[in-house]
């Protein structure tokens, strides 16, 4: 659908429709984009209305919650950095919504939470390649914290390096290829935010699909004319 106004709403966001329709419009949205906005706040309102939440109980735990439902069946506008545009309107709005709950995450949650806000506010990637670069930080983040209880300060390449052998004995080279691009991206930040001391990403070596790379083919002395 790429007409805004044909998007239907019911649940607590319905009234707000209209008035973020027009919000829309004067950013500069195109009606296919600013379509797809609004049918997303009508996949979260129906959420909510399922859920017996009003608008001021869209907190963040609620927001997030949302999101992890929306990534089993949509592969676009799936972060809670898609909201941003209608958070935005809501605070303009004054309209109040429930504080995220105290919590105190793990040291390596920490980091994730910290990493994706680079990768989307600095880098400014798309929310897809955030969430991908994200699933393949997060198992080494979590293989660590539970091998050590040392601070990530004391993160050496021999760490990285072992995890992404626990990796290849069950899976594809392939695979592993692309955890070491994540990998390098996690350590050039790490580096770059002062978390650790030592650039660690060049340490990595890059994935072959075989141990031993290219043989040379052997020379063969050219026939002679006859």
């Known amino acids: 659908m790429s007409d805004p106004v044909k998007v239907r709403v019911r649940g607590p966001l ?9 919000r ?54 799936i972060t809670a950095r898609s909201l941003d545009r209608f958070i935005e309107f809501l605070s303009d709005s004054d309209i109040e ?4 709950a105290p919590s105190v995450l793990p040291d390596w949650e920490q980091i994730l939470v910290r990493f994706e806000q680079y990768l989307s506010r600095e880098r400014a990637l798309a929310p897809t390649t955030v969430e991908n670069y994200l699933n393949q930080v997060r198992p080494f983040l979590r293989w660590r914290a539970s091998r050590t209880n040392s601070v990530l300060g004391n993160l050496s390449v021999n760490e990285v390096t072992g995890f992404l052998l626990v990796r290849g004995g069950t899976e594809s080279a392939g695979s592993v290829r692309v955890a070491v691009t994540a990998l390098r ?36 002395r050219p026939r002679s004319a006859t």
């Open 24 to 77: 829309l419009a004067a950013l500069g949205y195109s009606p296919g984009t600013a379509a797809q906005q609004l049918q997303m706040l009508a996949d979260l309102s129906g959420w909510m209305h399922a859920r017996g939440l009003a608008i001021h109980d869209l907190s963040p735990e609620a927001v997030e919650e949302f999101f992890r439902h929306r990534r089993q069946s949509h592969r676009n506008l």
């Open 185 to 220: 991206a996690l350590l050039k930040w790490l580096y770059l935010s002062g978390t650790i001391n030592e650039a660690l990403a060049e340490g990595i070596c890059p994935v072959s699909y075989s141990a031993f790379g290219p043989c040379p083919k052997p020379y063969r």
């Open 14 to 22: 319905a009234s707000l429709f209209p008035s973020f329709r027009v």
């Open 97 to 100: 919504r429930a504080a995220a």
